[in-house]
């Protein structure tokens, strides 16, 4: 059984949220399951997500927490991220400015840091285009430096300008009641792939209120698929809900 003490951890996010409540401002929160299994994950494993964002004007700032309910990972925190957006149009070509913070604590001996910036337009009713860049570090944590006789200096390893990108069709309009559709990307909410390995996602929503959305969605890893050679590596599927306020 998890812990309850993981919901300390949403504190602070609701407190930032609520505090910097304005006029014309929104709300929104996400909660989600992920349940699937992969070559590294030794059997199945079951995530647990929940995310805030605030909407003002034409900013956004949201926020989120990753929690491993069952895996081989042995950290129940797993994922933490920020992302900050900022809408932009330029002769009537709408699009978005995204800055983004993930920390991965994927095992015990080392995690993984990435920012990064991306665009993002959805100028057209049935597609989402996003382009950007991050710089990923991953490091040995300081017990497993003591441990192994691990220098600190020698502690990091850096890679730098990694493409990321997102292409998802639609079989409606975005504004749609309920929709339908098909991403390739090589990211997700904490994590980031190597622009070779890009991972696919079949997404179904339906907007139950009109302020809550429910959705299912089934993504599927393939390893080096732009490569000579690929080979499976993984699959989860995420059912979540989405209340705005």
């Not at 605030?54 to 900013?59: A, F, G, H, S, T």
């Not at 990091?156 to 409606?172: D, I, P, S």
Request: aromatic share 18%.
């Amino acid at each position: 059984m998890v812990n309850i003490n993981k919901f300390k951890y949403l504190i602070p996010i609701f407190i930032i949220l609520v505090s910097v409540n304005g006029i014309n401002a929104q709300i929104e929160l996400h909660s989600y399951i992920d349940i699937g299994e992969n070559n590294v994950s030794e059997g199945i494993f079951i995530k647990n997500a929940y995310r805030g964002s605030y909407q003002y004007q034409k900013y956004d700032i949201e926020a989120g927490l990753q929690f491993d309910l069952k895996s081989n990972n042995p950290n129940i925190p797993t994922g933490i991220d920020i992302i900050g957006l900022r809408e932009f149009s330029v002769k009537d070509f709408p699009f978005n400015i995204k800055g983004i913070f993930i920390l991965n604590r994927f095992s015990d001996l080392l995690y993984e840091t990435n920012w990064g910036v991306r665009v993002e337009t959805r100028k057209y009713e049935h597609f989402l285009f996003e382009l950007g860049t991050n710089f990923k570090t991953y490091t040995i944590n300081s017990a497993a430096r003591e441990e192994y006789n691990i220098n600190k200096s020698d502690s990091k390893l850096h890679e730098n300008f990694n493409l990321v990108y997102v292409l998802t069709a639609y079989f409606k309009p975005h504004d749609n009641g309920w929709n339908v559709g098909l991403s390739c990307t090589n990211i997700d909410y904490y994590i980031i792939n190597q622009s070779t390995n890009p991972v696919f996602n079949l997404q179904m929503r339906y907007k139950l209120k009109s302020n809550t959305t429910l959705y299912l969605e089934s993504w599927y890893k393939q390893a080096g698929i732009f490569n000579i050679y690929a080979n499976y590596f993984g699959y989860f599927f995420r059912g979540g809900i989405k209340w705005e306020i």
